[in-house]
C-alpha cells in the first residue's frame, strides 16, 4: 500500500509537470533566434558577390514570407523552408502562433518623422485557387501579409501590384514592379517590402552636422555628412567591435550599431554574430557617457533574393522541378515561386522628439566612419525588424544635394 502511494505521488508530479511544461508553450526567443541566424546566413550570402555594396533587408519580413510558404508546402519543399530557420522540430501551429506573436509586438509605426514597417504579398496567377484552410492560416496568423490573385498576362497587372504597393505603405513606396519584371509565365509573385525612416528619442543636433570623410572597404574614401551627439548611451565592446544602442522615438525599439575594431571587418562581425550571441551580448551592454558620429543615410536596396535562397538551401520552392505546394492549392498544379522581389528603405537623419544639450567635455567618441552594422530590434524580443550592412553611406549623386 506504501509503494502504491508513493507511486501515486509520484504519478502527480508528473502530472503537474507535464501541464505546467504545456502551459508556457513554445519559447519563442529559440525562434527569433533561429530568424537572426537566417538573416546573418542571408547576409553572407549575398556579400559574397556585393561585397562593396549596402544590403538592407528584414529577417522578420522574409523570414514569415518563408513561413507562409511552408504551410502550403509538403515534402522537401516544406523541410528547406522550416530548416533554413532553425524551424524544424516544431509543429506548423507554433511557426504560425510564433508569427502573430512577433509581428504583433513589434511596432509598426506610421508618423510625420518616422515609418518603420514590413510589407508582404503573395500574386498568384488567376485560375489556381487557394486551399480555403491556408487562406485562412494566413489570414489568422500572419497580419500584414496579402493573397491576390491576378492575370500575369494583363498589360496592366504592374500597376495594379504598385496600387497595392502605394496603398499598403501609405504611400511612402509608389512603384515596386514594371512591365519587364512580369510575363504570362509568371506564376507565384512573391513580394516584400522594408522601409524604416528613424527618429530619434533624443535629436542629434543640425548645427552640428558636417561633412567628412568615410573610408571604404576597398580603401578608397568617399564624402559623408556626419552627425553629432552626447549622452549616456548604451555600449559594449569586445575584441572584435564596438556596439551602441541609440533610443529612438517608439519605446519599443531600438537602433543597435556595430563598428569594427582596428583592422576587422565587417566579416569578422558577421563569423561571430549568430542569435545566441546577439541574446547573450544583449545583456552586457552597460550606461556610458559617449560622442556619437554617425553618418546621414537615404538608401534603397532592391533586389531579387532567389538565388541567395538557393545558396543557403532553399531551392525547391522556386523550382518548377521540385517546388510542392500541394497544401496551398485546392487543386494540385506544377506551381513554384517563379518571381521574388524584395524593396528597403534606411532613412537617418537628425530628427529627435527632444532637444539635445551637447556636452563637449565628454571625451570617449564612437565614429562610425567606416563600414559599420546596424540592426533595428525589439527591444522586448530582440527580433531583427531590420539588418543593414552599410559600406558607403552617402552614393554620391544623393550627397550632393547637400
Excluded at 504560425?96 to 511596432?107: E, H, Q
Excluded at 542629434?204 to 549622452?231: D, E, R, V
Amino acid at each position: 500500500m506504501k509503494r502504491f502511494l508513493i507511486f501515486l505521488d509520484i504519478l502527480f508530479f508528473m502530472l503537474i509537470f507535464i501541464c505546467t511544461a504545456f502551459a508556457k508553450g513554445v519559447d519563442d526567443s529559440q525562434l527569433i533566434k533561429g530568424n537572426i541566424n537566417f538573416g546573418i546566413k542571408l547576409m553572407n550570402e549575398v556579400r559574397n558577390h556585393e561585397f562593396d555594396n549596402n544590403v538592407i533587408f528584414s529577417p522578420i519580413g522574409l523570414g514569415q514570407s518563408l513561413s507562409v510558404l511552408s504551410n502550403g508546402a509538403v515534402g522537401s519543399t516544406f523541410d528547406e523552408l522550416n530548416l533554413v530557420q532553425g524551424f524544424n522540430g516544431y509543429r506548423e501551429s507554433e511557426i504560425n502562433s510564433f508569427w502573430k506573436n512577433t509581428v504583433s509586438s513589434t511596432p509598426y509605426v506610421y508618423d510625420k518623422k518616422m515609418f518603420i514597417f514590413t510589407r508582404s504579398s503573395l500574386w498568384v496567377q488567376n485560375g489556381f485557387t487557394f486551399n480555403p484552410e491556408f487562406m485562412s492560416t494566413i489570414n489568422s496568423f500572419y497580419p500584414g501579409f496579402d493573397l491576390t490573385y491576378i492575370n500575369f498576362s494583363d498589360k496592366y497587372t504592374p500597376s495594379a501590384i504598385n496600387d497595392w504597393v502605394k496603398t499598403s505603405t501609405n504611400h511612402q513606396v509608389t512603384s515596386i514592379v514594371s512591365k519587364k519584371d512580369v510575363s504570362k509565365d509568371t506564376m507565384m509573385y512573391l513580394i516584400n517590402i522594408t522601409y524604416a525612416k528613424l527618429a530619434w528619442k533624443n535629436e542629434f543636433p543640425k548645427n552640428l552636422t558636417k561633412k567628412g570623410t568615410f573610408y571604404l572597404s576597398n580603401g578608397q574614401t568617399a564624402k559623408a555628412l556626419y552627425m553629432k551627439t552626447t549622452g549616456n548611451f548604451d555600449y559594449y565592446e569586445n575584441d572584435i567591435f564596438q556596439a551602441v544602442k541609440v533610443e529612438l522615438a517608439d519605446p519599443d525599439l531600438e537602433a543597435v550599431f556595430f563598428l569594427p575594431k582596428g583592422t576587422k571587418t565587417l566579416m569578422n562581425i558577421y563569423r561571430n554574430m549568430n542569435g545566441e550571441n546577439y541574446f547573450n551580448w544583449s545583456t552586457q551592454f552597460k550606461k556610458r557617457p559617449l560622442m556619437l558620429i554617425i553618418p546621414k543615410m537615404d538608401l534603397e536596396y532592391k533586389t531579387s533574393f532567389i538565388p541567395e535562397f538557393k545558396g543557403i538551401g532553399v531551392g525547391d520552392p522556386f523550382d518548377q522541378n521540385y517546388a510542392d505546394f500541394k497544401k496551398m492549392f485546392k487543386v494540385a498544379n506544377f506551381s513554384f515561386v517563379s518571381n521574388e522581389i524584395s524593396d528597403n528603405f534606411l532613412k537617418v537623419d537628425e530628427y529627435g522628439l527632444n532637444k539635445t544639450i551637447f556636452n563637449k567635455d565628454i571625451k570617449d567618441v564612437v565614429n562610425f566612419d567606416h563600414p559599420f552594422v546596424m540592426v533595428i530590434a525589439n527591444k522586448k524580443t530582440n527580433a531583427w525588424l531590420l539588418i543593414a550592412s552599410i559600406e558607403n553611406p552617402h552614393p554620391d549623386e544623393w550627397f550632393e544635394i547637400f
